[in-house]
């Protein structure tokens, strides 16, 4: 039919029409590509080559950059897992599994390798750890001459408390390994604690686990511990590093929070424990000018003061996120705690922070913190001098 037979209102039907479908993509440049990135935890499509028409499957390419990129696929996409999360109970994303009762675990930091972190925590590689091991062997030999103590702070993650709760989405394989290595206590932390020489591994799961089933202990919606379980970590850590055998009072309250799923964009509330320790804390949460100098790409920085500390003595963290969650209830072991997140630190940044944090935070403890599934990932090989 040809254009000239329409009328003229048809016409301007037929436009507006076209300009609504071909709107998404006509808005593509002010789609804001790095959020949905980073809540997706994958690398976006990129517009492929125009070689690929030759040797590849440029249309389906062209097909997952629009579908990566369209303006309104990105609000659709989050609405989309909201409704599998909260109506069906199903996964919202890849490396997302929804276990009994509740239960959610992160099993990878990689949408596009859904199952990394399961693996290296299930099924541990002896050469990453004899490797992890001599690269804290070096870092502990630097540190030996400035008489500070190297301790490996793990924090045992829920997929290790909590095997029972993995769902089938991990995979027959997958659960198998996992419940064969809780039972034999054959995790990773526990094997460099066999190679440790000139540091510590502290790795409470025994304890912790004797705990598991107290209520709101490790809260189910929540990847990070953010509760009871911090707490009890804490005290466990000052009786085997020789700081008290107490903590001494504190006051509790329980509080609801927003659960770390709203990292992906989706709101659950989820129950925890808080605690008020009587030693008398101040926290401090603005960035050195030392740190800013030696430490350009911070992504941020903590400072405690304890006026009544269990110990004298000076601590300084060096985390993955585990450890901004874990630095208020470790500060009452010391006069003064300081806590940063080591992801960005590596190479000569690493050497020139490592010194002037000697010089201006003296500490007596150098605590490495991190979960452990978390112990064999690229950014405390990084920090080491190495990768797996």
Same mark, same amino acid.
């Given at each position: ?8 209102k048809a016409r301007a039907l037929v436009i507006v029409t076209a300009l609504l479908l071909a709107l998404p993509t006509l808005l593509i440049p002010w789609v804001d590509d790095a959020e949905r990135a980073r809540w997706e935890k994958r690398d $976006? ?19 997952? /950059? ?83 103590r190297l301790i490996v702070t793990v924090m045992p993650s829920k997929m290790a408390l909590y095997p029972d709760k993995l769902p089938d989405q991990i995979g027959?394989?997958? $659960? ?107 926290? /401090? ?104």
């Amino acid at each position: 039919m040809a254009m000239d037979s329409f009328t003229p209102k048809a016409r301007a039907l037929v436009i507006v029409t076209a300009l609504l479908l071909a709107l998404p993509t006509l808005l593509i440049p002010w789609v804001d590509d790095a959020e949905r990135a980073r809540w997706e935890k994958r690398d $976006l499509a990129e517009f492929p080559d125009a070689k690929r028409l030759i040797d590849g499957d440029y249309f389906g390419e062209i097909e997952g /950059f629009l579908d990566d990129h369209l303006y309104g696929a990105f609000e659709l996409n989050k609405l989309y897992r909201r409704i599998q999360l909260q109506i069906f109970g199903d996964s919202p994303l890849p490396n997302v599994a929804i276990g009994d009762d509740g239960f959610v675990f992160l099993t990878s930091h990689d949408a596009e390798h859904p199952k990394l972190a399961v693996r290296r925590l299930c099924l541990p590689q002896r050469e990453q750890i004899e490797r992890l091991h001599r690269g804290l062997e070096d870092l502990a030999g630097r540190l030996r001459s400035d008489n500070i103590r190297l301790i490996v702070t793990v924090m045992p993650s829920k997929m290790a408390l909590y095997p029972d709760k993995l769902p089938d989405q991990i995979g027959g394989k997958f $659960l198998n390994l996992c419940r064969e290595t809780a039972i034999q206590n054959d995790w990773a932390p526990a094997q460099l604690a066999e190679l440790a020489d000139g540091y510590e591994v502290f790795y409470p799961l025994s304890q912790l686990g004797a705990l598991r089933d107290t209520p709101h202990f490790y809260p189910p919606a929540n990847f990070h511990a953010n509760s009871r379980a911090n707490h009890e970590f804490a005290k466990e850590y000052f009786r085997a590093v020789g700081i008290a055998e107490t903590v001494g009072d504190v006051k509790v309250r329980i509080s609801t929070i927003n659960a770390d799923l709203k990292m992906l964009g989706i709101t659950r509330k989820t129950e925890v424990w808080q605690y008020e320790y009587v030693q008398g804390i101040r926290r /401090f949460r603005r960035v050195p000018a030392w740190v800013r100098e030696s430490y350009p790409s911070v992504r941020g920085f903590s400072r405690f003061e304890t006026s009544q500390p269990l110990r004298e003595g000076r601590a300084l963290i060096l985390s993955n996120s585990f450890g901004a969650y874990l630095a208020p209830h470790l500060a009452p072991g010391y006069r003064e705690l300081a806590q940063t997140d080591f992801k960005n630190l590596f190479g000569d940044q690493r050497d020139v922070f490592l010194q002037r944090a000697i010089k201006e935070a003296r500490p007596d403890d150098l605590l490495l913190v991190v979960h452990d599934a978390g112990l064999l990932n690229a950014p405390l090989a990084r920090f080491l001098g190495f990768q797996h």
